[in-house]
């Protein structure tokens, strides 16, 4: 990562914003994998971690997304069909 040492010598914060978030279970900077994933990969220690579900909305995505997400969703016992998006944010923790 080019500005690896400038990041870790001001304090920083980073958020991530994604449906595994939705479990109990995958929704901190120790247990969601992307994160994980993420800051081992740019070996970032940000000073604040956020990790947040957000929002699904199906009729949003493309065909081949909807399908992805659907997929996904069925494999992770989620919702696959919504005629309005669904909210997973907690918006108190945001």
């Known amino acids: 990562m080019k500005n690896k040492e ?3 010598e001001i304090r920083t914060a980073f ?3 994604n449906l595994v978030a939705r479990n109990e279970d995958k929704n901190s900077a120790d ?5 994980i994933k993420f ?3 740019t070996e970032w220690k940000p000073d604040f971690i956020g990790v947040f579900a957000g929002k699904l909305d199906y009729k949003s995505y493309s065909v081949i997304d909807r399908l992805m997400i659907k997929l996904i969703m069925k494999l992770t016992n989620g919702p ?4 309005n998006p669904i ?8």
């Open 6 to 8: 400038y990041l870790n």
């Open 15 to 17: 958020f991530s914003v």
């Open 31 to 35: 247990t969601n994998p992307y994160v």
């Open 39 to 41: 800051l081992k990969k």
């Open 80 to 83: 696959t069909r919504s005629e």
């Open 87 to 94: 909210e997973f944010t907690d918006w108190e923790r945001v």
